[in-house]
């Protein structure tokens, strides 16, 4: 079945800077990757998916790029602000539901 | 649209107890999973159902969790009995049937503890 690894565990930044998550996958039939933002006690929310077909997808401060052959994908959020500290989880499905990484913790500090 | 519901928000029960959570999913959507999220890990799937049929129950734990979508809307999830390790939260998503790839909606979830 597909496995999800995802680095860090644990970012901190400064406010304005840059923040970039990892995960990798195993499943090569994986052609889904969406990504999760979870605020402390709150429900996991969507914030941008990528589908296998395309290699790089922006929506404002946040981007998301996939290298199919290496099998892994970023998570890219640009001009960091408070409001970006939560817990982010990224998932790969392919013919198997939706598998999901540990997640990362970041702490954006003003 | 309405969210996902579920309920209750928080149980505490002891071992060897019996509990059940609800889920009421977004109108429409075909497809309903329920997952276990241990604190500090990411969501692990219990359970998939498109309408009424059970399309992945693989890391259900058949000996004490049980699930049913009985008319292919609201959903019911229990465990009995309960142990020390079920303690986490347990989410409710739900997604349309029209894509494949559709994005899964959360629900607030349920806080379970056993003590």
């Known amino acids: 079945g597909e496995n999800v690894e995802q680095h860090p565990s644990t970012l901190s930044v400064q406010e304005g800077d840059s923040a970039v998550i990892k995960c990798t996958y195993s499943?090569?039939?994986?052609?889904?990757f969406p990504w999760y933002k979870q605020e402390l006690g709150k429900r996991p929310q969507l914030i941008i998916d990528?589908?296998?077909?395309?290699g790089e997808k922006k929506d404002q401060r946040i981007a998301v790029t996939l290298n199919k052959t290496a099998k892994h994908f970023s998570l890219h959020i640009t001009e960091t602000q408070p409001e970006d500290s939560a817990v982010y989880f990224c998932a790969a499905k392919g013919n198997t539901p939706l598998v999901f990484g540990k997640g990362t913790r970041l702490s954006v500090i003003a | 649209e309405a969210g996902v519901a579920q309920s209750p928000r928080y149980k505490i029960i002891e071992k060897r107890q019996s509990v059940a959570f609800w889920c009421n999913p977004i109108?429409?959507?075909?497809?309903l999973y329920w997952y276990q999220q241990i604190l500090g890990q990411g969501p692990k799937l219990l359970i998939q159902f498109q309408n009424n049929g059970v399309v992945d129950d693989s890391q259900l734990p058949k000996d004490r969790f049980s699930a049913e979508r009985l008319k292919g809307v609201d959903s019911t999830l229990k465990i009995q009995p309960a142990k020390l390790e079920d303690s986490a939260v347990y989410l409710c998503?739900?997604?349309?049937?029209?894509?494949?790839?559709?994005?899964?909606?959360f629900g607030n979830g349920t806080r379970l503890t056993v003590t």
């Open positions: 998503a739900s997604s349309s049937a029209g894509s494949y790839n559709s994005p899964l909606h």
């Open positions: 109108s429409g959507h075909a497809t």
């Open positions: 990528i589908r296998s077909n395309v």
């Open positions: 499943d090569s039939a994986s052609n889904y």
